[in-house]
């Protein structure tokens, strides 16, 4: 089976930074560019971070600067440092890298590929849709150029995360998230009713530091600043991996429970950013509602291990 070619859009960030790792590391997935977005961090940040990653890996992908405001033009006026550190990656004092992102932005880029292009290409968003939305705006003529979006983001049956009824990445832009639902391009959302069952405990954690060399290290330093959140919280025994499972869903469908529908973004009122779904085997759009969360953190450790236990790929 051909690799799927994956444009990466994500606001890096604690958990993006390990979806990155994990995404080269899967021999069934070619990643053309990341493409970043505000969101956890300030999208100089959020640039900076990506582009660190990439040189401290020898990642070999452009990136791609994108919206550092929402889709209706609104700057964001604090970011989650409480989860992510004033910086992104948890605040360990990384140095600048000295990679630099192309002079496009990411919303060129994607539209000039995507008609270009005569292989089909996903693109997985992991934080904010806004870059998504303003390619879509600008040319219409891509929706049918883009095999599926998976996105990472959205609640159905459980609650938001930032409020009772929404999700982070879609309460940050909810116009961004209603406009790409009303596109017509295929979408696979994994949100928080499969991401918070799929939870990466500290003993693995502390394994992967052991054995995979730099990444492990890496890994370890950044999800402190993840450990500290939610042990506040009182979960003590480790964290959802959102972005990793919103990753691995692309390449294991069969390890989750989807279900067809269509999807409908609020933007007004008290449940802004809620993800409505109603199902329907006739929808555009696909929820995962549920993981084997065992087999699935089977699969990471077992891609990871393949990947940088030997150093293979960095």
């Known amino acids: 089976m051909k690799p799927v070619n994956v444009i990466f859009d994500t606001d890096p960030g604690i958990d993006d930074a390990m979806a990155l790792l994990l995404l080269h590391a899967l021999p069934s997935i070619n990643i053309q560019a990341i493409s970043t977005v505000f969101g956890n961090a300030s999208i100089e ?10 040189e401290r890996f020898s990642l070999p992908y452009p990136v791609y600067k994108g919206a550092g405001v929402t889709f209706s033009g609104l700057a964001e006026t604090a970011y989650p ?28 880029y994607m539209i ?14 992991v934080g904010r849709m806004t ?14 150029l883009i095999d599926r979006i998976v996105m990472m983001g959205g609640a159905v049956a459980v609650p938001g995360n930032v409020t009772e009824w929404a ?31 799929h939870r990466m405990k500290k003993t693995m954690l502390q394994a992967l530091r052991q054995e995979l060399g730099d990444a492990g290290e890496f890994l370890w330093q950044i999800k ?11 979960i003590y025994d480790g964290f959802p991996i959102h972005d990793s499972t919103a990753a691995l869903a692309m390449v294991y ?3 989750f429970n989807l279900q067809r529908g269509t999807i409908v973004c609020v933007v007004d009122g008290e449940q802004r950013g809620r993800t409505a779904f ?24 077992a891609v990871m291990r393949e990947a940088f236990g030997d150093s293979n790929k960095i």
């Open 45 to 54: 940040d959020c640039t900076r971070n990506a582009l660190y990653i990439c």
């Open 167 to 197: 999700e982070a990445n879609i309460y940050g832009d909810p116009e961004a998230a209603a406009y790409v639902f009303d596109s017509g391009v295929p979408v696979l959302m994994v949100g928080l009713d499969a991401t918070l069952q």
């Open 253 to 255: 469908p069969n390890q």
């Open 81 to 108: 440092d409480f989860v992510h550190g004033a910086d992104g990656l948890g605040d360990v004092g990384f140095p600048v890298p000295t990679r630099r992102a192309e002079p496009q932005s990411s919303v060129d």
């Open 112 to 125: 000039e590929t995507l008609r270009a292009t005569s292989e089909p290409i996903e693109v997985l968003a």
């Open 224 to 234: 402190q600043c993840y450990l500290s959140f939610y042990a506040a919280k009182g």
């Open 278 to 301: 109603e199902p329907s085997e006739l929808g555009p759009h696909e929820v995962a509602t549920g993981v084997e969360s065992d087999q699935l953190s089977m699969v990471f450790d």
């Open 131 to 144: 870059n998504l939305a303003e390619a879509l705006k600008q040319a219409p003529d891509i929706a049918p």
